[in-house]
């Protein structure tokens, strides 16, 4: 039976099993690989893989790195007169944070973003939310409440704000934090979080009971959260074990997991080979959650549920039978795509035997 770890209090006696749909899924198979560093207050290049041009570059103190860019998106959006839509200037942020520099010799892909005019932005930033729905509906569907404007038509006004957010985003170096085909420094740090915290005000957070963790204490209980098992109330140290459920009740955008995350990793295991679950009572922290899952490859046994998880205690379970028929949803889809493509290549064949 799989072991859970949850940071305030056990959500079962036995883990929610894991939907089909992630079952089906193949097992990601995780290279074995030193164990890293214990700390990360500072991420430096390793002297043997010098960066290269054009690729993202770790960053020191990458935590205050991403408060300045929270300040940087909040100040550019109001100066703007952006608005109260605040899944704009969160799902721009969120969007970028799902691509990467692949080839570090390559073009730059900061200068690439940054060179296109309002209409092609919003078309890549469409792609992007597309292209992982593909892989992660379940996900990118629990983040719908930061893309769903990107349906409608988008105005001059917001061309021009979504690039400025985009423009402040990439040039306070959210792709040196994010960037990187290393899940371990791209999880160096939250970015949305900050971002979401400036984006509101003081006393729209106070009204939602919304305080986030600050990422130096969400470092220590992540260590303490590997290390110690609390469900069991053990006082001896235990190493992370696969299989093992990590479950946060009130989790904002993920920092205490992502803490997690990176703890396991410096401990020689993958977060892959492990089940997550996190709930919130706000969508947009949901959101932000369910793209922080992607961006921090915590793999595919992950689950994210908007509720309250102290009316809602099954509010997990909840959760995963929605991502099952988002699963459902996908298939489907690809299969009526699939007839609709082999229907046109026989009548592309029989138009030309006709000829």
Known sequence: MPQ???????????????????AAQPKPQ????????????????SPQQPRRSGGPRPVREPHR???????????????LHGGAVL??????????????????????????????DGPHLIRMLREIWSTHWLHRPDLIDRARILHEWLNDDVDRHREHAVRAITEAALKRGLLDLTGHEDPYLRSATDVLSPVMTCMRSHGARKGLGEYHTPAPLAEALGEMVVQQNLVDLKLDLLPPKKGMHLHDPCAGSGGLLRAAAQHIRERGADPKDFQWSMVDIDPIAAACAAVNSIVWELGPRVTVACA????????????????????EHRDEVFGKASVIAGTRKMQRLLESVAA
């Open 4 to 22: 859970q770890l949850d940071l305030f209090a056990d959500l079962a006696s036995d883990p929610a099993p894991v939907p089909a749909a992630f």
């Open 30 to 45: 995780a290279a074995k690989q030193a164990p890293r560093p214990k700390t990360v207050p500072a991420i430096t290049p």
């Open 308 to 327: 309250d998880s102290l009316a809602n205690p099954r509010a997990v379970e909840d959760a995963m039978k929605e991502a099952q028929a988002v699963f």
């Open 87 to 116: 899944e704009v200037p969160i799902g721009v942020v969120a969007a970028l944070c799902l691509i990467r520099q692949k080839d570090p010799q390559g073009p730059d892909l900061k200068e690439q973003i940054l060179n296109q």
């Open 65 to 79: 790195r991403a408060l300045e860019i929270g300040e940087a998106v909040a100040a550019r959006w109001h100066n």
